[in-house]
């Protein structure tokens, strides 16, 4: 879990045909996680594989005395690399799982949030994360026990594209700690998957992990990720009960940690109630989270200046795409009013500053009668705006909207004949489908995956034509979805 995740060039690129033929023959179920017996590349596409063998252990820990919980039996760790002592660590005695759904510990409570944002840079570039909650799980064979887990995605942008997917899966334990179970992870460059490397599996590649304990305090020591080969990461709690500055105001009884990794490079995190992970440092690289649902959602009505942003930014974006720049700059201008008067609200600043920046954008490119970069920026100001409706709206009807906004960006890039940038689209697209297929009737869930698949076999085949044709097809079906 050692996020952000960064990827060499150098790594051998994944054949585009290959890549997206994978992922079609995958789309035409509804629920792309692979089930319980399945690889995690064999749902979506990857280059290579965990090996299927687990890292050797240590024989000092084994089964405890009679009448006393069993111990973990514990991989070796690579030479060099300074851990904690074994007496300092919590997470050393077998778990049991009699209710491992119902997530209830405040500092990790992946049950009961729809959806995350985090915001950031990463390699002095805008980086953004989306994290969901998924709406089935998934059963792990681990220690004799099948253990049901959540099954919650990750989805990293960096520099307005994607940069890594990962499917997280995790368990509360009886005594109220939080388990994890594993992930599904596929970087990204240029379009392409690069690497599934970090890709593990407890009870195939290693023991599950404890990532937060239900009691945390000062000086305890747990392994977040414990499968040295495959992923590696020991955290110190340094400190507890500590404030913390949050996106509608200050939080009490935030956890600070350091995290080992397996390199030998640390850096800090911070965990808040109800929001679980809240910033990760480290390297001149940040992550912090800009808002969390339902935990900063409110009762209220969304804000018009908000709906007005949205719509106003996809009618610039139209404008643009038709060359009429007087209406283009007309639109911003009302966008400009907009966002002033939706400032005056409660708006989490780190989101705020982010839309800041994409009206500036977005004007100067139109000023310049940069056409591709003016539409992207209308994007960005749209998503910005979605982002803020996360507090009043159900999570899937954004996820609807962020899936439109990628049939958006495809229609960019088709244009400008960017065949990365389309590849990097339609996968996306297929991941941000994961996250509200399943609250679309029948008919339109076959008719948007016929749509997705028309779209990807255009891109293996490099017809621009039909991937305009199949991305406004998306779009208008978003329309309908969503009138």
């Not at 998957?193 to 305890?220: C, F, H, L, N, S």
């Not at 499968?227 to 200050?250: C, H, I, N, R, Y």
């Not at 490079?265 to 109800?274: D, H, L, M, Q, R």
């Amino acid at each position: 879990m050692n996020r952000p995740s960064h990827v060499d060039r150098s790594i051998r690129v994944l054949s585009l045909a290959v890549a997206i033929a994978l992922v079609t023959a995958a789309c035409g179920a509804t629920t792309p996680v692979p089930s319980p017996s399945s690889s995690a590349a064999s749902t979506k596409p990857g280059p290579t594989e965990a090996p299927s063998i687990a890292p050797k252990t240590t024989s000092s820990l084994a089964p405890g005395p009679s009448g006393q919980p069993a111990t973990i039996p514990q991989p070796i760790v690579p030479p060099g690399l300074e851990t904690a002592p074994e007496r300092a660590r919590v997470d050393l005695v077998m778990p049991t799982f009699s209710n491992p759904t119902a997530i209830t510990n405040p500092l990790f409570p992946v049950s009961k949030q729809a959806s995350v944002l985090m915001l950031g840079h990463v390699d002095g570039k805008p980086f953004r994360t989306e994290v969901t909650l998924l709406p089935f799980t998934r059963i792990v064979d681990w220690g004799g026990q099948r253990v049901e887990t959540l099954v919650s995605q990750y989805c990293a942008y960096l520099d307005g594209r994607i940069n890594e997917i990962a499917y997280d899966l995790y368990a509360q334990a009886d005594d109220g700690s939080v388990w994890y179970f594993g992930e599904d992870v596929f970087d990204f460059v240029d379009g392409a998957i690069v690497t599934t490397e970090g890709t593990w599996q407890a009870g195939r590649d290693g023991p599950a992990a404890m990532i937060m304990p239900a009691q945390p305090k000062v000086g305890d020591v747990y392994r977040t990720e414990n499968s040295p080969g495959f992923v590696f990461e020991e955290v110190t709690v340094k400190a507890v009960d500590q404030p913390l500055k949050g996106p509608l105001g200050p939080i009490a009884g935030g956890l600070s940690v350091l995290e080992l990794h397996s390199d030998g490079t640390t850096e800090t995190k911070s965990f808040a109630p109800g929001y679980g992970e809240f910033r990760t440092a480290g390297g001149g690289d940040l992550e912090a989270l800009a808002l969390a649902v339902p935990t900063d959602s409110n009762a209220g009505r969304t804000p018009a200046a908000l709906t007005s942003l949205s719509d106003g930014a996809m009618v610039v974006f139209d404008a643009i795409g038709t060359g009429n720049w007087a209406g283009a700059s007309r639109g911003v201008a009302a966008l400009k009013r907009s966002w002033t008067s939706a400032r005056g609200g409660s708006v989490p600043p780190a989101v705020a500053s982010v839309m800041d920046r994409n009206l500036r954008a977005l004007d100067v490119a139109i000023g310049a009668r940069r056409s591709l970069r003016a539409r992207s920026a209308s994007i960005e100001v749209a998503r910005s705006a979605f982002d803020l409706q996360l507090l009043t709206r159900p999570a899937t009807e954004i996820d609807v909207h962020r899936f439109d906004l990628w049939a958006a960006q495809t229609q960019i890039d088709v244009a400008a004949h960017d065949s990365a940038g389309v590849t990097a689209d339609v996968f996306a697209l297929d991941y941000a489908r994961d996250r509200f297929i399943q609250t679309l009737d029948p008919p339109s869930s076959a008719r948007l995956n016929t749509l997705l698949n028309d779209l990807q076999v255009a891109v293996v085949e490099d017809d621009m034509a039909t991937a305009r044709t199949a991305s406004s097809g998306l779009r208008r079906m978003v329309a309908e979805l969503t009138r």
